[in-house]
């Protein structure tokens, strides 16, 4: 069942789709910086550099080669941001549409479109009205609604607002209910970082000599949610730490669990609870503005890129930029893949219990055909042998 992801940037959406054992066949993306290592990451995937506005559905359907059983992505979000000048004349708005544009022209089972808490407010409400009105006629629509991340177990309070669609002539709607069925716990920071402490550098692969390379302590206690993270070789890259003058060290060093930093407003995080949702961030055409990271639980200074992963819900193996200021962009614009996951596996189980339910209808059309074959049979030969009887 071959998916498309439109806006795919580092491919935390793609991830959560392959966790739930679904095949994404095509990407598309602007932006070189924010895909640069999703190849790596998705080596089966095809990526293309193309412009969503300018991309049409008969192209999707030749690069895919067949059919599309799926398209998913979120349009950029800052001209719906809650925290953002929301500008009705924000070019990017646009994009929306076009997300739903190809979904008409592509016709797949099934569609999921991602985007900030702010597309569902009051003011933004004509321009995603007008983008669903493209599909409501062929699609079973379930949204807009908010969910959260780490109701379905990450460790991250990251709201999120999700639009899912599937063919009326397809499969029975997705409802509400088969979201709630796959909430779990949330994960604190503990549990995500824990078995990152002393964690050692070891010497970068020939393949990746930009990236750092670090090793986890095999001898210090993990948590179920950080043995799902974890690669085999217990490597990963990322976690080089920022180096903080011994001002903002004593500044951070006086901030508690849960507090904020007066000057730099960085939050600490709070061992049992959960991070604060994670930001971009913006890129050099619009000024270079590093995100607001959060300070270390225990450390005084802010976290790394590789804590950041890990409360977002990646995997270690899941590779982003060398750079800190690029790799956050990649992770504060990302679905976390923890909440991706259970929406795949919302989608992958209805549509299975859809096939069953097809199969086993067919299965007791079949037996009802069987019986009533053998009971034509029966009385053919009835009928015979009382008519040799009066012969």
């Known amino acids: 069942m071959k998916l498309v992801e439109l806006f795919c940037g580092c491919g935390g959406f793609s991830r959560g789709a392959h966790d739930a054992g679904f095949e994404v066949a095509a990407a598309y ?16 995937t095809v990526l293309h550099h193309r412009d969503v506005a300018e991309l049409t559905g008969a192209q999707v359907r030749q690069d895919v080669g067949g059919e599309v059983f799926g398209i998913f992505g979120g349009p ?4 719906f941001s809650e925290i953002g000048k929301r500008d009705p004349n924000d070019p990017r708005r646009a994009l929306l549409g ?6 008409a022209e592509v016709r797949p089972v099934f569609f999921v479109m991602e985007n900030v808490r702010g597309l569902a407010y009051p003011s933004a409400k004509a321009a995603l009205d007008a983008a669903l009105a ?20 990450a460790a991250t309070k990251r709201s999120r ?3 899912i669609g599937v063919r009326k002539d397809r499969c029975a709607p997705i409802q509400e209910e088969h979201l709630k069925a796959l909430e779990r716990p949330a994960a604190t920071v503990a549990d995500a970082l824990g078995d990152l402490m002393g964690a050692t550098p070891i010497a970068s692969p020939a ?7 670090w090793r986890i302590d095999a001898s210090l206690p993990v948590s179920r949610y950080a043995a799902a993270l974890r690669g085999d070789d217990l490597s990963f890259t990322g976690h ?20 904020y930093d007066k000057v730099g407003r960085h939050p600490r995080l709070d061992p049992a609870g959960q991070c604060p949702t994670l930001r971009a961030g913006t890129g050099a055409e619009l000024g270079s503005f590093q995100s607001v990271r959060p300070i270390h639980p225990t450390e005084h200074r802010v976290i790394t890129v ?34 991706a996951k259970a929406v795949f596996v919302a989608i992958r189980d209805r549509l299975k219990a859809k096939k069953l339910r097809r199969a086993t209808l067919h299965l007791v059309s079949s037996q009802k055909r069987g019986r009533l074959a053998d009971l034509r049979a029966s009385r053919r030969g009835s009928m015979r042998r009382r008519s040799v009887a009066g012969r």
């Open 207 to 213: 393949a990746m000599p930009d990236f750092d390379l």
């Open 134 to 153: 493209i599909v409501q006629d062929d699609y079973d629509l379930l949204g807009p609604k908010i969910w959260d991340a780490s109701t379905f177990g």
């Open 76 to 79: 950029p979000c800052q001209g």
């Open 98 to 103: 076009h997300f739903f544009r190809i979904v």
């Open 240 to 259: 080089r730490t920022t180096e903080h003058t011994p001002k903002v060290v004593e500044r951070f060093a006086a901030v508690l669990p849960g507090g």
């Open 29 to 44: 993306d602007i932006d070189p910086i924010l895909t640069s290592s999703y190849q790596i990451n998705f080596p089966n």
């Open 306 to 339: 590789r804590e950041a992963a890990r409360l977002q819900g990646f995997p270690d193996n899941h590779v982003f930029h060398p750079t800190v200021w690029h790799s956050f962009r990649m992770i504060g614009n990302s679905v976390s893949p923890v909440i």
């Open 161 to 163: 607002m999700f639009v």
